[in-house]
């Protein structure tokens, strides 16, 4: 009788045990399932602002800049956000509307930088880590990784937007799309106004 109740006590205590575990484990995974959540509904709602901005009716200036600071202000390791474009018929990129601190690399030729070297090779250019890079022109010190998406309107690369970070490997495959899309969007604007304010500059 006596093994009996100790072995009723040992199952007892087994399965007390294993309800522990399973709440342990489920509240985890409500947790990892709720934060899921979060980001998928930050990202959507980044998408609507985008789209918001991008169908209204402010100039095609205005709507660059405002798309600047929703990036700069919605995305953490996004400190500095900007639109480079195509300098009327010189080989070099003249920057545009940006959010954040201001740089005096308002112009840069065609192969130097990060940004030169997008104007010629017309691929995005992810650097987790700048100080990797020979070809970099540094925008501060505490810039530690940039991104780079080139704008294309009929196949021609006209522009980009140029993302910099204070964080070392900040760059997800979702940013890089995220960008790709504002840049396709861009592309669809009249952006007549902006590449010939740059051009009458010559
Ligand atoms: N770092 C860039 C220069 C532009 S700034 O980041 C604003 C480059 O190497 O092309």
């Known amino acids: 009788m006596k093994s009996v109740a100790k072995n009723f006590a040992k199952k007892t205590t087994m399965v007390l045990f294993l309800c522990k575990e399973l709440n342990i484990f489920t509240t985890h995974v409500n947790t990892v399932e709720k934060d899921l959540f979060t980001k998928v509904e930050e990202k959507m709602e980044t998408r609507n602002k985008i789209d918001q901005i991008l169908e209204s009716t402010d100039p ?7 798309l600047c600071n929703l990036l700069k202000n919605s995305i953490p390791h996004f400190h500095w956000v900007g639109f480079y474009f195509v300098h009327g018929n010189r080989k070099e990129l003249k920057l545009s509307e940006f959010a954040g ?6 112009i840069i030729p065609f192969g130097k930088g990060i940004c030169g070297q997008v104007a010629v090779s017309n691929q995005n250019f992810v650097v987790q880590d700048v100080s990797e890079q020979d070809n970099y022109i540094s925008c501060g010190i505490d810039v530690k990784s940039e991104i780079v998406v080139p704008i294309f309107v009929n196949g021609r690369n006209i522009g980009q937007i140029d993302i910099d970070s204070h964080d070392v490997a900040p760059f997800t495959q979702e940013d890089e799309m995220l960008l790709e ?13 902006i590449l010939e304010s740059s051009a009458s500059e010559v």
Do not use: F, G, M
């Open 60 to 66: 095609v200036a205005n709507k660059l800049k405002s």
């Open 181 to 193: 899309y504002v840049c396709e969007r861009v592309s669809q604007l009249d952006l007549n106004p």
């Open 101 to 106: 601190k201001p740089t005096e690399h308002t």
